[in-house]
């Protein structure tokens, strides 16, 4: 028995001492992070060392693979610098990013979910972008949306969107309604739709990253106009979610449920689901963002109005801002980026921030670079004369918002912690209070495992 | 004599294993010892990992997001094993008879296991969709449920975890039919001959002559089954993400949040793979003896 | 007696149709979706059929297109059946050798196998993986995905193997090899032949997992000429857009069409060998 054990752990040794060996003498090989590829480039020319590379890495995580090969290839054709594409979904971006950077495969420019964008920074994997003449180009608050600690991390890409409320203006019409103000209002309107088997809200809670929207337009207005500064100072551990703002937005949101605002069975549907509910007719709004005008207007709803978050405290007469976002993402470098791909690089966001290039991507064949430019975060890129209505209100509601949304600034556990107590709250499962203890004691955990809202650590080892 | 051909034997033996040990070895094993020492060590999927001895295992006992999680697998286990092993061989019976357009149904069946789950996902969050979907509606028609009341079949906590079985059992019978198929056509027919002569009927004939012969495969199939329980994951993350508030919540979607959406918790998810491993690992062993003995009694 | 078995018959019949009507009423539904109009994809999700006049058939030309579909099935068909060839010959040695020639320390070869079947493994291994096959210079290709998979199927299928092959009594080996065989003849003439059961179930097993995998592809074969059909379908899927379900369901029966053809033939090759080739005594 035991000389059977003993075999059983030599040989696993054996085979993993092997494995090692084997690996090791591979790994040597790639020492800065470019591994074989500049190998033999720089054996073909040796003069060339000294001179900047002509090659660079491009991870994508906001804008699709063909849009971003298309706009690549324009880059390539101005500067003849050669622009390898990594496409991910927004979803699938950090996990497929940390197994290529931990491969050892070459980095260079990164267009990033402006969710990530913290996150990264806090890792260690930006380059500190604050002395970079190209911040000049995109407006205040989207610089300040990607400032951490006094420096600069990321240059906003895409535009600035703000959630706001779609109203099926046809349904207002059905039922003789103007529109709503407060939530009484809704309530109000609400019980009239019931009555036919529809809801007021079309929503699909079963996509409980949408979830969060709701809770920081809600905590936007209980908070006194002062989400972000509420949310810093809560992620600083100087305050708490368990504060009467956030505890009484809980109640607002679990108060909604209750009145049955949203469709049957909405925590079932996914986002696809919930928004099918409102093209159809079977609610009279929608709580989205500018982000899915396109979307409506493809689907050929014609008479929709878009309007802000209604009042849902007592005070009506304060202009409530709406949570939104100055930028959608951020143009980035990779903080370990071969240092002689680093020219390249900051040519690649010269070309991609420039004015003119934005402008012209509006006449673009491509859906995706059409929706990229319809709004720019630039600050010499207006809207077109000609731009739709919805675009134009869009632009109208940038005035009214966040430049960042709080999930943008919470850790990972903090945005899931959240999306799955909405669920719970607006499922009846749990009291507010008891909510907004769950979060808090996540909170709690993180603080005392040294989590520090403004530290953003160097990246440790050597690539 | 005999010594040198042991010995040879000994050098064949090791020398056909070695093509599978050695690609094994490299892609599994050693990728493995490496996430055993991420276990040990404090890590946000960035830059170098920092060793920290067994706090990460320490921290196990005290998450309760852990043991719910594996308690949502467990319920899932049982719901799909059974249904799956018992069913999927009744199933299997039927299919092996030589009746017409038999072979039209053994195709219609595994037609689903081809399916991506990706699709699955798609097709099945839309049939079970509360208001728009494809079985509510159907219920309705039927006169079961009531327009104004409908069932949230993927967002009620109570039916969430049951929905996801479902979808689970319609892409995955009929692969188990068809192992149990290859089993059954493994008989020998003059086995039965002998017994019909003896005047057994069919249920004899099933638990004395046909189950016997094809327990390998009831092994098999409780074992794929068992570990796919336990390690599913593409079905929750295309329909329910873990909701609603956590009520499909499985161990691996835990340990890939960690994983990825969590500050610094790589190595954790890590200790916690490896906590399931060794679980599964007991697991498997005591089925294992247990089905020794049981083969010994009969 | 005879009424026994027109009862048994109907129930039979019953019970397969009930299933057979589980499972094909959605595929029915995603085939009826799958040549909606845009609009009407929208808003009649729920019905049968399309709106009448608004069967737009252009959806599979554009899925095909769009999705890449003809190269990605070509990937998936080229990945599959190379690593699954691959886990044949290499798991049927090592289990030969460990069912077989039982040569010493088998036993804990078998069980080294065996006892990582139970991982979770895909998020343990996933950057160790990549970090070798990145050295290797193989991401991207072919051939590193194959490794990968091979490594995967290697224990499931020795584990059966094993388990099948020792089935078989030890003196079948030993009279043939009395008779003059070496071990090659006793594996080619006598034992795969009787190894089809096991065969087909690893043939099939490796062959689902592989074909509806995800994460593998979807870090490694990034580019649209490497990529395999899971990957592609996950294209007509946008993150804060619309999912464009109708040409997503016309990619799918387009892709599903192929593999339930090869299923058919496939099954009835081996299937129907097993009855003439079964074991005897």
Same mark, same amino acid.
Request: proline residues 3%; hydrophobic residues 45%; aromatic residues 12%.
């Given at each position: 028995?035991?000389?059977?054990?003993?075999?059983?752990?030599?040989?696993?040794?054996?085979?993993?001492?092997?494995?090692?060996?084997?690996?090791?003498?591979?790994?040597?090989?790639?020492?800065?992070?470019?591994?074989?590829?500049?190998?033999?480039?720089?054996?073909?020319?040796?003069?060339?060392?000294?001179?900047?590379?002509?090659?660079?890495?491009?991870?994508?995580?906001?804008?699709?693979?063909?849009?971003?090969?298309?706009?690549?290839?324009?880059?390539?054709?101005?500067?003849?610098?050669?622009?390898?594409?990594?496409?991910?979904?927004?979803?699938?971006?950090?996990?497929?990013?940390?197994?290529?950077?931990?491969?050892?495969?070459?980095?260079?420019?990164?267009?990033?979910?402006?969710?990530?964008?913290?996150?990264?920074?806090?890792?260690?994997?930006?380059?500190?972008?604050?002395?970079?003449?190209?911040?000049?180009?995109?407006?205040?608050?989207?610089?300040?949306?990607?400032?951490?600690?006094?420096?600069?991390?990321?240059?906003?890409?895409?535009?600035?969107?703000?959630?706001?409320?779609?109203?099926?203006?046809?349904?207002?019409?059905?039922?003789?309604?103007?529109?709503?103000?407060?939530?009484?209002?809704?309530?109000?309107?609400?019980?009239?739709?019931?009555?036919?088997?529809?809801?007021?809200?079309?929503?699909?809670?079963?996509?409980?990253?949408?979830?969060?929207?709701?809770?920081?337009?809600?905590?936007?207005?209980?908070?006194?106009?002062?989400?972000?500064?509420?949310?810093?100072?809560?992620?600083?551990?100087?305050?708490?979610?368990?504060?009467?703002?956030?505890?009484?937005?809980?109640?607002?949101?679990?108060?909604?449920?209750?009145?049955?605002?949203?469709?049957?069975?909405?925590?079932?549907?996914?986002?696809?689901?919930?928004?099918?509910?409102?093209?159809?007719?079977?609610?009279?709004?929608?709580?989205?963002?500018?982000?899915?005008?396109?979307?409506?207007?493809?689907?050929?709803?014609?008479?929709?109005?878009?309007?802000?978050?209604?009042?849902?405290?007592?005070?009506?007469?304060?202009?409530?801002?709406?949570?939104?976002?100055?930028?959608?993402?951020?143009?980035?470098?990779?903080?370990?980026?071969?240092?002689?791909?680093?020219?390249?690089?900051?040519?690649?966001?010269?070309?991609?921030?420039?004015?003119?290039?934005?402008?012209?991507?509006?006449?673009?064949?491509?859906?995706?670079?059409?929706?990229?430019?319809?709004?720019?975060?630039?600050?010499?890129?207006?809207?077109?004369?000609?731009?739709?209505?919805?675009?134009?209100?869009?632009?109208?509601?940038?005035?009214?918002?966040?430049?960042?949304?709080?999930?943008?600034?919470?850790?990972?556990?903090?945005?899931?912690?959240?999306?799955?107590?909405?669920?719970?709250?607006?499922?009846?499962?749990?009291?507010?209070?008891?909510?907004?203890?769950?979060?808090?004691?996540?909170?709690?955990?993180?603080?005392?495992?040294?989590?520090?809202?403004?530290?953003?650590?160097?990246?440790?080892?050597?690539? | 004599?005999?010594?040198?051909?042991?010995?040879?034997?000994?050098?064949?033996?090791?020398?056909?294993?070695?093509?599978?040990?050695?690609?094994?070895?490299?892609?599994?094993?050693?990728?493995?010892?490496?996430?055993?020492?991420?276990?040990?060590?404090?890590?946000?999927?960035?830059?170098?990992?920092?060793?920290?001895?067994?706090?990460?295992?320490?921290?196990?006992?005290?998450?309760?997001?852990?043991?719910?999680?594996?308690?949502?697998?467990?319920?899932?286990?049982?719901?799909?094993?059974?249904?799956?092993?018992?069913?999927?061989?009744?199933?299997?019976?039927?299919?092996?008879?030589?009746?017409?357009?038999?072979?039209?149904?053994?195709?219609?069946?595994?037609?689903?296991?081809?399916?991506?789950?990706?699709?699955?996902?798609?097709?099945?969050?839309?049939?079970?969709?509360? =208001?728009?979907?494809?079985?509510?509606?159907?219920?309705?028609?039927?006169?079961?449920?009531?327009?104004?009341?409908?069932?949230?079949?993927?967002?009620?906590?109570?039916?969430?975890?049951?929905?996801?079985?479902?979808?689970?059992?319609?892409?995955?019978?009929?692969?188990?039919?068809?192992?149990?198929?290859?089993?059954?056509?493994?008989?020998?027919?003059?086995?039965?001959?002998?017994?019909?002569?003896?005047?057994?009927?069919?249920?004899?004939? =099933?638990?004395?002559?046909?189950?016997?012969?094809?327990?390998?495969?009831?092994?098999?199939?409780?074992?794929?089954?068992?570990?796919?329980?336990?390690?599913?994951?593409?079905?929750?993350?295309?329909?329910?993400?873990?909701?609603?508030?956590?009520?499909?919540?499985?161990?691996?979607?835990?340990?890939?949040?960690?994983?990825?959406?969590?500050?610094?918790?790589?190595?954790?998810?890590?200790?916690?793979?490896?906590?399931?491993?060794?679980?599964?690992?007991?697991? =498997?062993?005591?089925?294992?003896?247990?089905?020794?003995?049981?083969?010994?009694?009969? | 007696?005879?009424?026994?078995?027109?009862?048994?018959?109907?129930?039979?019949?019953?019970?397969?149709?009930?299933?057979?009507?589980?499972?094909?009423?959605?595929?029915?539904?995603?085939?009826?979706?799958?040549?909606?109009?845009?609009?009407?994809?929208?808003?009649?999700?729920?019905?049968?059929?399309?709106?009448?006049?608004?069967?737009?058939?252009?959806?599979?030309?554009?899925?095909?297109?769009?999705?890449?579909?003809?190269?990605?099935?070509?990937?998936?068909?080229?990945?599959?059946?190379?690593?699954?060839?691959?886990?044949?010959?290499?798991?049927?040695?090592?289990?030969?050798?460990?069912?077989?020639?039982?040569?010493?320390?088998?036993?804990?070869?078998?069980?080294?196998?065996?006892?990582?079947?139970?991982?979770?493994?895909?998020?343990?291994?996933?950057?160790?993986?990549?970090?070798?096959?990145?050295?290797?210079?193989?991401?991207?290709?072919?051939?590193?995905?194959?490794?990968?998979?091979?490594?995967?199927?290697?224990?499931?299928?020795?584990?059966?193997?094993?388990?099948?092959?020792?089935?078989?009594?030890?003196?079948?080996?030993?009279?043939?090899?009395?008779?003059?065989?070496?071990?090659?003849?006793?594996?080619?003439?006598?034992?795969?032949?009787?190894?089809?059961?096991?065969?087909?179930?690893?043939?099939?097993?490796?062959?689902?997992?592989?074909?509806?995998?995800?994460?593998?592809?979807?870090?490694?074969?990034?580019?649209?000429?490497?990529?395999?059909?899971?990957?592609?379908?996950?294209?007509?899927?946008?993150?804060?857009?619309?999912?464009?379900?109708?040409?997503?369901?016309?990619?799918?029966?387009?892709?599903?069409?192929?593999?339930?053809?090869?299923?058919?033939?496939?099954?009835?090759?081996?299937?129907?060998?097993?009855?003439?080739?079964?074991?005897?005594?």
């Amino acid at each position: 028995m035991k000389n059977q054990f003993m075999k059983l752990i030599s040989l696993i040794t054996a085979l993993a001492m092997i494995a090692t060996v084997f690996t090791a003498c591979n790994s040597s090989q790639d020492g800065n992070g470019s591994g074989q590829a500049n190998a033999s480039e720089e054996g073909q020319s040796a003069e060339a060392t000294q001179a900047d590379a002509k090659e660079i890495d491009f991870y994508s995580a906001i804008l699709k693979e063909e849009a971003s090969i298309l706009v690549s290839e324009m880059f390539t054709e101005e500067t003849g610098i050669k622009v390898n594409v990594h496409s991910y979904d927004s979803a699938d971006f950090v996990q497929a990013f940390m197994v290529a950077s931990n491969g050892g495969s070459p980095v260079d420019v990164m267009l990033l979910n402006g969710q990530d964008v913290r996150n990264f920074a806090q890792n260690g994997l930006l380059q500190d972008l604050t002395d970079s003449p190209y911040t000049e180009r995109v407006t205040e608050t989207t610089i300040e949306q990607y400032t951490f600690n006094n420096r600069v991390y990321g240059i906003g890409a895409k535009g600035g969107n703000s959630s706001g409320l779609f109203l099926n203006m046809d349904v207002f019409a059905e039922y003789n309604e103007d529109i709503p103000e407060t939530i009484q209002d809704i309530f109000t309107f609400n019980d009239k739709l019931k009555a036919d088997g529809k809801s007021f809200f079309a929503f699909g809670g079963g996509s409980k990253y949408m979830w969060p929207m709701w809770y920081f337009s809600v905590f936007a207005q209980t908070s006194n106009n002062q989400p972000i500064e509420r949310t810093e100072a809560i992620l600083l551990g100087e305050a708490k979610f368990t504060d009467e703002d956030t505890v009484e937005a809980f109640r607002i949101l679990q108060q909604f449920a209750e009145e049955g605002v949203y469709q049957q069975g909405f925590n079932g549907t996914d986002s696809d689901g919930g928004k099918a509910v409102f093209v159809n007719g079977d609610a009279a709004a929608f709580y989205g963002g500018t982000w899915e005008i396109s979307g409506f207007l493809e689907a050929g709803m014609d008479n929709l109005q878009l309007i802000p978050f209604p009042a849902v405290t007592d005070n009506t007469d304060e202009v409530w801002l709406q949570t939104g976002n100055a930028s959608d993402g951020a143009w980035t470098i990779y903080s370990k980026i071969d240092p002689k791909r680093q020219s390249a690089a900051e040519k690649f966001i010269e070309f991609i921030t420039r004015d003119e290039l934005i402008a012209s991507l509006r006449e673009s064949d491509n859906a995706d670079l059409r929706d990229h430019a319809r709004v720019s975060c630039n600050k010499n890129v207006p809207i077109p004369d000609d731009a739709d209505p919805l675009t134009i209100k869009q632009m109208e509601m940038l005035e009214t918002m966040t430049f960042t949304h709080p999930d943008w600034i919470y850790p990972g556990e903090i945005t899931t912690k959240l999306q799955d107590i909405l669920q719970g709250l607006t499922g009846l499962q749990i009291t507010p209070e008891e909510a907004a203890r769950e979060w808090q004691d996540k909170m709690d955990e993180m603080l005392e495992s040294g989590y520090d809202f403004n530290a953003v650590e160097p990246l440790s080892g050597d690539e | 004599m005999l010594k040198s051909k042991k010995k040879r034997d000994n050098i064949f033996g090791y020398l056909f294993s070695l093509p599978a040990l050695f690609i094994y070895g490299a892609f599994t094993i050693y990728p493995f010892f490496y996430g055993i020492y991420i276990s040990f060590c404090e890590w946000s999927g960035f830059g170098e990992p920092t060793f920290i001895g067994i706090q990460n295992y320490l921290k196990i006992p005290g998450d309760s997001a852990v043991f719910s999680a594996l308690a949502h697998n467990a319920l899932y286990a049982v719901g799909t094993v059974s249904v799956k092993v018992v069913f999927g061989f009744l199933i299997a019976l039927i299919l092996n008879k030589s009746l017409k357009g038999i072979t039209a149904f053994r195709t219609i069946l595994f037609i689903p296991v081809v399916i991506s789950f990706i699709a699955i996902g798609a097709i099945w969050t839309w049939i079970l969709n509360p =208001t728009q979907g494809l079985l509510n509606n159907l219920l309705i028609a039927i006169g079961v449920m009531d327009r104004g009341n409908v069932t949230a079949w993927l967002g009620d906590e109570r039916y969430a975890l049951i929905s996801l079985m479902i979808v689970d059992l319609w892409k995955w019978m009929g692969y188990h039919i068809v192992l149990f198929l290859a089993g059954l056509q493994t008989i020998s027919p003059d086995l039965y001959e002998s017994a019909e002569i003896d005047g057994v009927n069919w249920y004899q004939k =099933t638990v004395y002559i046909t189950i016997p012969q094809i327990k390998n495969v009831f092994y098999m199939n409780l074992t794929f089954c068992l570990v796919g329980a336990f390690n599913v994951f593409d079905i929750v993350m295309a329909m329910t993400e873990g909701g609603p508030y956590g009520a499909t919540e499985v161990i691996s979607k835990y340990i890939y949040d960690t994983s990825f959406g969590a500050t610094n918790m790589f190595g954790y998810a890590m200790s916690i793979s490896m906590f399931v491993f060794v679980l599964m690992l007991a697991v =498997t062993l005591i089925i294992l003896k247990f089905m020794r003995k049981a083969e010994e009694n009969m | 007696m005879k009424a026994k078995r027109l009862i048994v018959k109907i129930l039979d019949y019953t019970v397969l149709a009930i299933l057979s009507a589980v499972i094909i009423v959605p595929l029915f539904w995603l085939l009826g979706n799958s040549v909606k109009s845009n609009k009407d994809i929208r808003v009649n999700m729920a019905k049968f059929f399309p709106s009448s006049g608004e069967w737009q058939f252009e959806n599979y030309t554009s899925a095909w297109k769009r999705g890449n579909i003809g190269q990605s099935v070509l990937n998936s068909i080229i990945i599959t059946a190379v690593s699954v060839f691959l886990i044949i010959v290499v798991a049927y040695l090592a289990a030969y050798a460990i069912a077989r020639i039982r040569y010493k320390g088998s036993g804990i070869v078998l069980g080294l196998f065996v006892s990582l079947m139970m991982v979770p493994l895909s998020q343990v291994v996933m950057i160790p993986q990549y970090r070798m096959i990145s050295s290797m210079n193989l991401v991207s290709t072919h051939i590193g995905v194959v490794l990968l998979y091979v490594a995967a199927g290697i224990p499931f299928s020795v584990f059966l193997l094993t388990s099948f092959l020792r089935t078989f009594p030890i003196e079948m080996d030993e009279a043939a090899s009395i008779d003059g065989c070496n071990r090659i003849q006793i594996i080619i003439k006598i034992l795969l032949p009787l190894s089809r059961p096991g065969l087909a179930t690893v043939i099939i097993f490796q062959s689902m997992n592989i074909w509806n995998d995800y994460f593998i592809p979807l870090i490694y074969l990034r580019s649209p000429a490497m990529r395999t059909i899971t990957l592609s379908l996950k294209n007509f899927m946008g993150q804060w857009g619309l999912v464009d379900y109708n040409t997503l369901f016309a990619a799918i029966a387009t892709v599903t069409l192929p593999i339930v053809i090869i299923y058919v033939i496939f099954q009835k090759q081996f299937i129907s060998g097993l009855i003439s080739g079964s074991v005897k005594g």
